[in-house]
């Protein structure tokens, strides 16, 4: 079964969860449902936007943001267990979407990532059974 299929269902094992209590997580724990979350960017990413380190690709972005962020490399650091807790993983998940506020401001791309921001949070409370 695919990630999705997974987690749809065992849903109804989660339990619900205070927003600190998830982000004080351990990572590897829950690596399936940081797995889902990707997943779930990377569907809604469909110009693949957000994928790729955009400073090979975009003119003077280091001179704006001093820590890019994009959802290959938080892949990769997840896949090599670089994050300890939900925190860190959420952490980067987040900075990519404040870049592309910062770096976009209100162009497509800035929509786009507000777009993407609002998926993520839905699922992340979602996957999580915030309260």
Known sequence: ????????????LWIHMTNEDV?????????????????????????CVFTEDP???VPRYTRVIPKPM?????????GDR?????????GDVRLIFQNCRIFNEDNEFGKMG???????E????????IQ
Not at 82 to 90: A, H, P, S
């Open 82 to 90: 670089k994050y300890e807790t939900l925190r860190e993983f959420v």
């Open 122 to 129: 839905r699922e992340f409370h979602t996957i999580f059974k």
């Open 114 to 120: 507000a777009r993407l921001s609002e998926i993520f």
């Open 70 to 78: 994009w959802l290959d490399l938080v892949k990769t650091k997840l």
């Open 23 to 47: 982000l004080n997580s351990p990572v590897s724990g829950n690596i399936m449902r940081c797995e889902y979350l990707l997943l779930c960017l990377y569907k809604a990413d469909s110009l």
């Open 55 to 57: 400073t090979a690709t």
């Open 1 to 12: 079964m695919c990630t999705f299929c997974v987690l749809k269902a065992n849903q109804g």
